[in-house]
């Protein structure tokens, strides 16, 4: 056991003092535009036009960590950023991103914090830094396989310590960081209690966190802690009111969806089948069955698999269906006019990655404002 322990203590020690070393040499290419490498023709409408332009006159600058579609991008550019560096490992989410912003993000974050001081300032820092290594069924998974977990998970548990990295070098006056609720009690609070004292006492900055469900804002329940940060230490800061009531299902389905959305008789009776042999053992496994009246469960990146967790009752005498990716889209917070160039397997992963558009375009009013004071 005591074994177990000198090595976590070991591997965070190792973490942190990554914010002391020098920087390796710098590859001049690491912030130029990451491409796809399959061939690829964006899509900017029939216009030509990029869907999500940012402001003419912007009040403000951001930039968009571990980037995804760009769901932190979204809220940001609403409240009147500009977005002046974005970075993603992911070539598909380039895709979706390079579509809808018109501009491809850096790739891997760790080649750019190679060398921080080339990333352009910025008054906001934004990041949905990599939610496995900490979420309950990550944890869960990882553990099963004997996999290391939370900060010893070397490909992105320790994706943290890159965003400190940069917060050291630029010392941008706020910052805005995304994960799941179980980080703050992950290895016995220890996980959190490393990130809030290197934010605070190594990097001086007063921070704020609160977990938040997205439900009052989109039908769906995703709780997610969100972290807010200060360079000065005399700002108070206070979370935006969420309504108690938010809108339901039915709000965002669409009419007329294709058959290849409906269950095929096989999978659903599996899913039946699995659903009765976990209730007979006493487990919670099972679908999540709704009709237009509820709220979903967490959309998650899996939801490409069999969509078990979200399945849109069709009445009497008719297997359920998925959502399709445009009803994901709206379960997430984007717009309607959001551009969705990759397949139904990559978009499901994407929106299931993502942060609630409309949750961060509140907290990010909220920010502007308090920088504002």
């Known amino acids: ?71 932190f991008r979204m809220g940001f550019q609403n409240a ?11 070539k598909y989410s380039r895709i979706t991103y390079e579509a809808n912003y018109g501009e491809i993000p850096a790739g ?3 080649e750019v914090t190679k060398k921080p001081g080339q990333i352009p300032d910025h008054d906001i820092l934004c990041a949905g830094f990599p939610c496995q290594p900490f979420s309950i069924a990550g944890v ?9 977990h939370g900060f010893e998970d070397e490909r992105q ?9 940069i917060l050291k070098e630029k010392k941008p006056k706020a910052f805005l960081l995304e994960n799941v609720k179980n980080l703050k009690g992950h290895d016995k609070g220890r996980t959190f209690e490393i990130i809030y004292n290197t934010l605070t006492e190594e990097l001086g900055y007063k921070v704020f966190y609160k977990i938040i469900d997205a439900q009052s804002v989109v039908p769906q329940h995703r709780e997610r802690i969100y972290i807010v940060g200060f360079k000065d230490p005399a700002t108070e800061f206070e979370f935006p009111e969420f309504p108690k009531e938010g809108p339901k299902l039915g709000t965002i389905l669409e009419k007329n969806v294709p058959a290849k959305y409906t269950l095929t008789d096989n999978l659903w009776r599996y899913l039946q089948a699995y659903a009765r042999k976990h209730a007979e053992a006493g487990n919670g496994f099972g679908f999540g069955l709704v009709k237009a009246t ?23 005498g008719r ?13 997430m917070g984007y717009p309607s006019n959001f551009t969705i160039p990759v397949s139904d397997t990559q978009a499901y992963r994407q929106f299931g990655n993502s942060v609630v558009a409309k949750v961060v375009e509140k907290l990010a009013a909220a920010i502007v404002a308090t920088l504002n004071r």
Request: hydrophobic share 30%.
């Open 80 to 90: 009147g950023g500009e977005c002046v560096f974005s970075s993603d490992w992911d």
């Open 157 to 165: 548990g320790n994706l943290f310590f890159e965003i400190a990295k």
């Open 1 to 71: 056991m005591r074994k177990k322990e000198n090595k976590k203590v070991k591997a965070v020690a190792k973490n942190k003092k990554a914010l002391t070393n020098k920087p390796a040499k710098y590859k001049k290419s690491v912030l130029k535009p990451a491409k796809a490498k399959e061939p690829y023709q964006p899509h900017f409408g029939e216009s030509g036009e990029i869907p999500f332009p940012g402001p003419k006159n912007p009040n403000f600058k951001f930039i968009d960590l571990f980037a995804g579609i760009g769901g």
């Open 108 to 110: 891997d974050i760790r």
């Open 140 to 148: 869960s998974k990882k553990i099963s396989l004997g996999r290391k």
């Open 319 to 331: 297997n359920p269906r998925r959502l399709t990716p445009t009803e994901c889209a709206a379960l």
């Open 294 to 316: 509820d709220v979903t469960r967490t959309l998650s990146a899996r939801y490409y698999k069999d969509g078990s967790e979200i399945l849109i009752s069709q009445g009497p």
